[in-house]
């Protein structure tokens, strides 16, 4: 009777030693991962930081590229063509993706069809970037037998959608039945549901994912080098060769001319500033309407 | 004002699973009628046949007749034009998160077209007045998310949110059963009041609330209506011995 409390004692405390160990051990591991992870980040931007700051002036943002041996000269043309390619980008992965989400969520749950469009969205996830531009090069490209704008906005605007979609879906699924079936039952018709109700409870998701995306292509080059091609030029016609940071970053890095370096530094510091703007932009307008409360 | 409702061989299945019997049934207008019955025996899907919710799954279908009144809701109407004619009530308070106390109750009208200021301000007052929660909540309305308000809060928004569209029938899947008592209490005032203007049909899982609020009991066990009798008759002297057991506790 005696010696069982005794040895269970015993096993107990060996039991929470071992189990504080690992605790431990565990816990470590997570930090030194975090660790890991934020090092490199924070390097890349503070690397940045350095370089391309000194090398920011005015005229980066109001002059076009001179030519090689002339000095200053900014990227005028590029922040202007990337914002248009961008949003015309937006304009047609968005609400394609988010249309395909919902179709994946409220209507082919558990279908055949639905399990194949989930599986190709999946994989056109994982195609690299350049076979993205190869696309639009031979669906517009070639048709047109010229670049342009719109060629680099398609291919951008393909490859947002699968991640745009997959997240769409994702967050419908955590909106709870009952708040469908509240609208349902209310005679409210499914689809006046799925937009007022559903999409609505997970818009926070949505934009995130929406942001995700954009991020994403915002910083492509690959699959704008046979599409939009680049323009030293001031171009605002999407049916011509435009210019974009992306482009311009990468010719001006591999150049042999200091100058041309000073400026790609700039231009990645750039590119990387109006990406987080534009997210940060996005999320407090998202944020403008909410409401107290809430869950 | 209420409708009655006539069931007639009501048969219902989700997939394979045939869950409801042969359920022959007269509601009367303007009365509460509860029903009662242990967990999975078919009280739910049988309301949910009302409101033809329960062909919102894929798997589930339903045959037989319901008549609100006149209308035989399976073959002259849609879905949709009958779910504005049936209100429903949840288990679980269902608010719609994303909107103010104001568009929750709205929600019905606003989601179905209508816009009309002036009057969806006095559609609101006037069901939020009927579910007893005006007063708390009026200076809240657009500022407050539906879904801050406590749970029993919650309830009797959701209950605004059906009376909003003015229907001639009430559902409620029991109402009280994720609410503390007071809240519980606060509830079944408000079936007490309401039930003068609507039929209102109401499962419960509590037998003193049954007692409490219903005129009529309708007891279901795996699948089928056993009884349907006045609420007094079938708590004092039930003709089935399987009400009797059920209701003395010696099952379910």
């Not at chain 1, 000095?71 to 968005?94: E, H, K, Q, R, T």
């Not at chain 1, 799925?194 to 929406?210: E, F, K, N, Q």
């Not at chain 1, 703007?277 to 996005?282: D, E, G, I, K, N």
């Not at chain 2, 009365?31 to 025996?41: R, V």
Request: proline fraction near 5%.
């Amino acid at each position: 009777m005696s010696a069982l409390p005794v040895r269970s004692r015993y096993v107990a405390s060996f039991v929470t030693l071992r189990r504080s160990v690992t605790n431990n051990l565990v816990t470590g591991v997570a930090i030194v991962s975090t660790a890991l992870v934020l090092v490199p980040l924070v390097a890349i931007l503070g690397y940045l930081l350095y370089k391309g700051a000194s090398s920011l002036n005015l005229a980066f943002f109001t002059h076009v590229p001179v030519p090689v041996g002339d000095p200053g000269g900014g990227m005028a043309n590029a922040i202007v063509g990337s914002a248009a390619i961008l949003g015309l980008a937006s304009l047609l992965g968005i609400p394609l993706g988010i249309g395909a989400g919902v179709y994946l969520a409220e209507y082919a749950r558990g279908t055949w069809m639905g399990a194949a469009v989930r599986f190709t969205a999946d994989v056109l996830n994982g195609v690299p970037s350049i076979v993205m531009g190869l696309a639009a090069y031979s669906l517009i490209v070639a048709k047109q037998q010229h670049f342009s704008g719109l060629a680099g906005g398609v291919a951008l605007a393909i490859m947002m959608v699968p991640t745009v979609a997959r997240t769409t879906e994702e967050m419908l699924a955590t909106v709870p039945n009952p708040i469908r079936e509240a609208a349902l039952g209310l005679g409210i018709p499914k689809w006046r549901t799925v937009l007022s109700v559903s999409l609505r409870t997970a818009s926070p998701g949505i934009i995130t994912g929406c942001m995700l995306a954009f991020a994403r292509v915002a910083g492509e080059t690959a699959p704008l080098l046979f599409t939009a091609f680049g323009n030293q030029f001031w171009s605002f016609d999407l049916n011509q060769p435009i210019a974009a940071l992306p482009l311009q970053i990468y010719v001006y890095a591999l150049s042999p001319y200091d100058e041309w370096h000073r400026l790609a530094w700039a231009g990645a510091l750039v590119l990387i500033v109006m990406i987080m703007a534009s997210v940060t932009l996005v999320r407090i307008f998202a944020n403008r309407g909410a409401l107290k409360g809430g869950h | 004002m209420g409708v009655d409702i006539r069931v007639e061989n009501l048969n219902a299945w989700y997939g394979p699973v045939h869950t409801l019997h042969d359920v022959n049934l007269h509601i009367p207008a303007n009365h509460a009628t509860a029903l009662i019955g242990p967990s999975g025996c078919g009280k739910s899907t049988f309301v949910r046949c009302l409101n033809r919710m329960h062909e919102t799954n894929p798997a589930a279908r339903a045959e037989g007749k319901v008549l609100m009144g006149e209308l035989d809701i399976y073959k002259d109407a849609t879905p949709v034009e009958i779910r504005r004619r049936v209100g429903m009530v949840f288990q679980r308070p269902n608010p719609f998160p994303t909107m103010s106390i104001y568009d929750n109750v709205a929600s019905g009208l606003k989601l179905n077209g209508f816009r009309k200021k002036r009057v969806l301000d006095e559609v609101v007052e006037r069901s939020l007045r009927q579910a007893a929660l005006w007063d708390e909540v009026k200076d809240d309305l657009k500022k407050k998310s539906g879904a801050s308000i406590s749970g029993g809060q919650q309830q009797r928004l959701c209950i605004a949110r059906a009376l909003a569209v003015d229907p001639e029938v009430l559902l409620m899947d029991e109402p009280a059963s994720a609410l503390d008592p007071v809240s519980t209490a606060k509830i079944e005032d408000l079936i007490f009041k309401l039930k003068s203007q609507y039929t209102i049909v109401i499962v419960t899982h509590n037998m003193q609330q049954a007692a409490r609020v219903a005129e009529n009991t309708g007891f279901f066990l795996m699948g089928k209506l056993v009884e349907f009798a006045a609420t007094t008759k079938i708590f004092t002297n039930p003709s089935d011995k399987r009400t009797e057991d059920y209701i003395t506790g010696r099952f379910g």
